[in-house]
């Protein structure tokens, strides 16, 4: 080895620093007698890097992903969404008709629209045209009393695109609405925690109101009716329902059905428990109800919505695929993360706490695969935080890694529906608030609709300092997703790939694409909390812009920020993003 110096002519003063290379040969000829000395005693060890305090060594990481063909196909309709009951005590079903959520839902359209939760079994249906008119006079709620006349006076106009009756709502109305709600879900909360319901009463002009609403928006309604009426033979007593289903046979709306909510609750809720057995009998009850009536006649069936699958609720499912699993098109249960009563912010970074529903798909699907091997398994009534959610906390930004999250995670298990609790109203587990503003799980959902299809795709994640394991994510707080990009999406076309990331890290992560990713344009979509609150903002922005509805009323256009190919991936730490990479020819993604 040589080394070059250059010595000056003219030597410095005595006090004068030697010159500068002396330094780096005093080091060279250090580690040159190191290095024989570690030879002479069979030393074949690496030699330890010195680091500076506090720098902490940054991983690159490689990430591909199979194209060929896709793991698994959901349904169009993965992200679903769901009303509780609940609405109709509160008073916002009558406003429904707003144009305002009427444009945020046909935003995440095509959906399934469940209407059911803790209340579909105190529901009963009555054929009353316009129980308002019996009411009283005018008084402080008079807007509210006589709402149905109001409205088709003066507020409802046509939807040019179908003729759907769609309302500007006066803002004194909606104040009111407000004060009436905030009052009664006070009374909503005593009912949950003290697990008393009252019943309530679904009107024709109500059921009306609601498909309206599904209709308008483009979304397929999924009625849950009442399994709680029962015969005292324990038998399920079917007259409310066959009232319910002749009249919507007469409007011919089309609506799929269910029977019953958490039927596993139901000791606890009337005192009355219904097994498996039972419940499978009461399904094929219901098939025969729907089959004479023409339009219901092929009429989906869904069930029997369970909840999380401890032993007695595993005992239950058992019993009803014995008896109704060729008679359902799906087999449905609930999901809820976190004790909302508990809950803190920091719980929503915790990778233990997104990975419980993994264990809980495996159970469901085994008992499934026993019966009816291949058949459909939806997620119903998904929510963050139990018990009507936190306010600040599962409506923040936060609760968004947790739903993205299961959006991934189901799709891989090949779950094929996931449906949202709550639209709008109930609790704080909502994607809109009670001002009809969309809080950030509604644009993490929006981003969703926009963006993936239903295509799923094998991800390979490699670091560079680590022997490369395909599929896993480094740690586990680095989570990647793929699928084909949304064919409806006609920014982008066929073959492109959507990447889906959270970076639970408190540090950036920088990614780098390789093997068919290797090279390619990418459209970036980072969504990160907007305002002073961080973690717990209501609000968002993407790449850097807020994100609210225009002044109109019309949601705004979603612009990517475009990267230059070949770039690497750097994903700011604590956040979520999409990320479109165009071109890639996919063979898996060219066709539908």
């Not at 609940?86 to 209407?115: M, Y």
């Not at 009374?187 to 008393?196: H, I």
Request: hydrophobic share 40%; glycine share 6%.
């Amino acid at each position: 080895m040589r080394v070059l110096c250059a010595f000056p002519e003219a030597m410095p003063s005595s006090n004068s620093r030697p010159p500068a290379c002396l330094a780096p040969v005093a080091l060279i000829l250090a580690l040159l007698l190191r290095l024989s000395l570690s030879s002479q005693a069979g030393d074949r060890r690496p030699l330890p890097v010195d680091r500076a305090p506090g720098l902490k060594e940054k991983t690159l990481i490689l990430l591909d992903v199979s194209t060929k063909n896709p793991v698994r196909t959901v349904n169009e309709n993965f992200l679903s969404l769901q009303l509780d009951p609940s609405i109709i005590h509160d008073g916002w079903l009558d406003f429904l008709s707003s144009k305002r959520l009427v444009t945020l839902a046909r935003g995440l359209s095509p959906a399934f629209l469940r209407f059911g939760g803790k209340r579909t079994d105190f529901l009963q249906f009555q054929n009353l045209r316009n129980p308002a008119k019996s009411r009283g006079g005018p008084g402080p709620d008079y807007y509210l009393k006589n709402y149905e006349d109001d409205i088709v006076r003066s507020d409802v106009a046509l939807d040019k695109q179908k003729g759907c009756k769609i309302a500007q709502h006066p803002d004194v109305m909606l104040e009111l609405q407000r004060e009436k709600a905030a009052q009664m879900h006070l009374v909503l909360l005593k009912e949950q925690f003290s697990n008393t319901y009252s019943n309530l009463v679904l009107t024709a002009r109500s059921l009306d109101k609601l498909y309206n609403f599904a209709d308008c928006s483009g979304l397929h309604l999924i009625f849950a009716l009442n399994a709680l009426r029962r015969n005292p033979n324990n038998s399920w007593n079917s007259s409310s329902a066959l009232s319910l289903l002749k009249y919507s046979a007469s409007k011919k709306y089309n609506i799929s059905w269910e029977l019953g909510n958490e039927p596993n609750n139901y000791r606890t809720m009337r005192g009355r428990a219904v097994n498996g057995s039972q419940l499978g009998k009461d399904y094929i009850q219901l098939k025969s109800l729907l089959q004479p009536i023409r339009i219901y006649s092929r009429a989906s069936l869904y069930g029997p919505n369970i909840g999380r699958p401890r032993k007695n609720v595993i005992t239950l499912l058992d019993g009803f695929m014995k008896v109704a699993g060729n008679t359902v098109d799906a087999v449905t249960w609930q999901h809820c993360y976190i004790d909302g009563r508990v809950v803190k912010v920091m719980d929503f970074l915790k990778t233990r706490l997104l990975d419980t529903l993994s264990d809980q798909i495996r159970k469901i699907q085994k008992v499934v695969n026993t019966y009816t091997p291949g058949k459909k398994i939806w997620l119903e009534g998904v929510v963050t935080t139990s018990v009507g959610g936190t306010n600040n906390l599962s409506d923040s930004y936060a609760a968004g890694f947790l739903w993205l999250n299961t959006l991934g995670m189901l799709a891989n298990r090949g779950i094929d529906v996931v449906i949202r609790h709550s639209f709008f109203d109930h609790g704080y587990n909502h994607l809109v608030d009670q001002n009809f503003n969309p809080l950030p799980d509604y644009w993490l959902s929006l981003l969703y609709k926009r963006l993936i299809g239903p295509k799923v795709l094998a991800v390979h994640v490699a670091g560079l300092q680590r022997k490369p394991r395909p599929g896993r994510v480094i740690r586990d707080k680095l989570r990647i997703y793929a699928h084909c990009t949304n064919h409806h999406n006609h920014n982008y076309v066929r073959g492109s790939i959507t990447l889906f990331i959270i970076n639970l890290h408190r540090s950036r992560k920088k990614i780098k694409l390789a093997g068919t990713l290797r090279d390619k344009l990418v459209h970036q979509y980072l969504l990160q909390p907007y305002g002073q609150e961080g973690l717990k903002s209501k609000s968002v922005q993407l790449n850097g812009q807020p994100l609210v509805m225009v002044d109109d009323g019309t949601l705004p256009e979603l612009k990517p920020r475009p990267l230059r190919a070949g770039r690497t991936l750097v994903i700011p730490p604590v956040t979520m993003g999409f990320y479109v990479v165009k071109n890639v020819n996919a063979l898996a993604c060219r066709y539908r």
